[in-house]
């Protein structure tokens, strides 16, 4: 008897959840597996890189923001150089900013340059779910086919796209608990202070920001991120290179007339090339060889010896005196590039 109490009152709740969300939250029902996107903030994007003449497009992660400084690169190649570097993105994300911002300008800049680290450009669903999503979206446009289906779709079993199609519940499953963790976290001083808003999430951003994290968790904590990078499987370039991004990458940037060069950057997640795993190794020779069969360049300064250690905050990250060195070599690498 309670058993069926319980069962009618799940389903009287799935139904009722099914009726509310799509309203609640503007879902379409039935909806398509994957997440949903707009066109909201590109085409002020590329209004900005069109308005100062862009010759040189930089993309890449926080890795990009920390060790390549643009004005000084500008000055160094003497060609207006702008950098999108977006914290925590990865292939999908510069897919989309190829595609959506750099090669929508009018015209294009004749170079654009791709900073990356071993596995990440063949891997399609890496940092693409949970906070990532609305990330994604700022550089989206309102219908990404492709980026759904190999960064999403083709990590999902038939069940998991049935209850994304059917059961609102579990399609609007980020956005329950971010209300939820909002609710959580703010409930209090919206009762006790007068903070409110942005004050409070400035405050909060404040308090929890990385700087006050200690050093050695930070770093223990981004090793550990990274560590998805030297997976057997991610290390598989065979089985990755045609489901990635990086083929459609290399045939928008040749449509569009775009010279691409990849950059792959300096790390100290290995103290020396003979210590990377050997599927590491043979992973990098795969790439080399694909890039050069397509006419793609490839700058390696993996383990260049003129970036020591002392040039790094961390194990990703330069401080100062390793940005400009790296800056310059970068400059010097692509000067020749640059005039053919």
Request: charged fraction near 20%; glycine fraction near 4%; proline fraction near 8%.
């Amino acid at each position: 008897m309670r058993f069926s109490r319980y069962f009618f009152l799940l389903l009287a709740c799935l139904a009722a959840s099914t009726f509310l969300l799509p309203r609640l939250y503007h879902l379409p029902f039935p909806s398509q597996p994957g997440p949903a996107f707009d066109d909201k903030t590109r085409p002020s994007l590329v209004k900005i890189l069109q308005k100062n003449d862009i010759q040189l497009a930089l993309i890449g992660d926080s890795v990009l923001q920390e060790g390549v400084d643009p004005q000084a690169l500008s000055a160094a190649l003497e060609v207006p150089a702008h950098s999108i570097a977006v914290p925590g993105s990865t292939s999908p994300f510069w897919y989309l900013i190829l595609k959506n911002i750099v090669l929508q300008m009018d015209p294009p800049p004749p170079v654009v340059v791709v900073l990356f680290r071993d596995t990440i450009l063949t891997l399609p669903n890496y940092h693409v779910n949970g906070g990532y999503v609305n990330e994604l979206d700022q550089w989206a446009a309102a219908h990404e086919d492709l980026l759904i289906q190999r960064a999403y779709l083709n990590f999902m079993n038939p069940l998991e796209k049935w209850a994304l199609t059917w059961l609102p519940l579990y399609g609007a499953r980020q956005r329950l608990t971010d209300a939820a963790d909002f609710v959580s976290r703010n409930a209090l001083p919206y009762l006790f202070q007068t903070c409110r808003g942005d004050c409070l999430a400035q405050a909060e951003t404040d308090i929890f920001h990385i700087d006050n994290v200690q050093p050695s968790l930070q770093q223990r904590a981004l090793v550990e991120e990274e560590q998805f990078l030297y997976t057997p499987a991610a290390m598989d370039f065979d089985y990755w290179v045609d489901r990635s991004f990086l083929p459609e990458m290399i045939r928008l940037a040749r449509e569009g007339g775009v010279r691409l060069v990849f950059v792959h950057e300096r790390t100290l997640l290995f103290p020396s090339a003979a210590a990377e795993p050997e599927a590491l190794r043979a992973y990098k020779a795969k790439l080399a060889d694909y890039l050069r069969a397509n006419d793609v360049s490839l700058l390696d300064f993996s383990y260049d010896p003129r970036l020591p250690a002392s040039g790094f905050n961390d194990a990703l990250h330069m401080n100062a005196a390793g940005k400009a060195a790296f800056t310059q070599l970068l400059a010097e690498a692509l000067r020749p590039l640059l005039s053919k």
